[in-house]
């Protein structure tokens, strides 16, 4: 039976000592994600409570970072989504909310322009990231978000 959560503590509680697992034995995210059978990006987000994973990918992942059968059943429970309360301060994730604040009403008028009045989802979605030369020297993050387009409906 399908399962949701109200309360996000345990969840958190179990992605903090999945994440202290992942440092011990030494692990990365791929292998994690190969370990489930899943994309890295949807794996790392299932870890860190924000998805729930099917049976046997919980398990899998369960098995690999020594977590027991407690874990299993958090991770295939849907979570109470959202990561961030207020500005984030780590400058990492910050980043991210600058490119929004800053790009934000811009990709929504490029889109809307593209597309028409609706949203791109953010449940039939994939998120890839890779590292790339900089012609200019050092390295570039090229980040893609690819949601599914979803027109809004008159009723």
Same mark, same amino acid.
């Given at each position: 039976?399908?399962?949701?959560? /109200?309360?996000?503590?345990?969840?958190?509680?179990?992605?903090? *000592?999945?994440?202290? *697992? &992942?440092?011990? &034995?030494?692990? +990365?995210?791929?292998? =994690?994600?190969?370990?489930? %059978?899943?994309?890295?990006? /949807?794996?790392?987000?299932?870890?860190?409570?924000?998805?729930?994973?099917?049976?046997? +990918?919980?398990?899998?992942?369960?098995?690999?970072?020594?977590?027991? #059968?407690?874990?299993?059943?958090?991770?295939?429970?849907?979570?109470?989504? %959202?990561?961030? !309360?207020? $500005?984030?301060? !780590?400058?990492?994730?910050?980043? @991210?909310?600058?490119?929004?604040?800053?790009?934000?009403?811009?990709?929504?008028?490029?889109?809307? #322009?593209? /597309?028409?009045? %609706? $949203? =791109?989802?953010?449940?039939? @979605?994939?998120?890839?990231?890779?590292?790339? *030369?900089?012609?200019?020297? %050092?390295?570039? *993050?090229? =980040?893609?978000?690819?949601?599914?387009?979803?027109?809004?409906?008159? /009723?």
């Amino acid at each position: 039976m399908v399962h949701a959560q /109200f309360d996000p503590t345990a969840r958190h509680e179990l992605a903090v *000592a999945a994440v202290d *697992a &992942k440092t011990v &034995k030494d692990l +990365s995210w791929q292998q =994690i994600a190969d370990a489930a %059978g899943l994309s890295v990006a /949807f794996t790392t987000a299932a870890v860190l409570g924000q998805h729930a994973l099917p049976e046997a +990918s919980a398990r899998a992942v369960a098995e690999l970072l020594g977590l027991d #059968e407690d874990a299993v059943r958090l991770l295939r429970t849907i979570p109470t989504r %959202g990561s961030l !309360d207020g $500005i984030p301060t !780590d400058p990492t994730v910050y980043r @991210f909310y600058e490119m929004l604040q800053v790009y934000g009403t811009t990709l929504k008028a490029l889109v809307h #322009e593209e /597309f028409g009045d %609706g $949203i =791109i989802s953010a449940i039939n @979605f994939r998120l890839d990231v890779k590292k790339v *030369a900089d012609p200019e020297g %050092g390295e570039r *993050a090229v =980040i893609t978000l690819d949601g599914k387009y979803l027109p809004t409906k008159p /009723f």
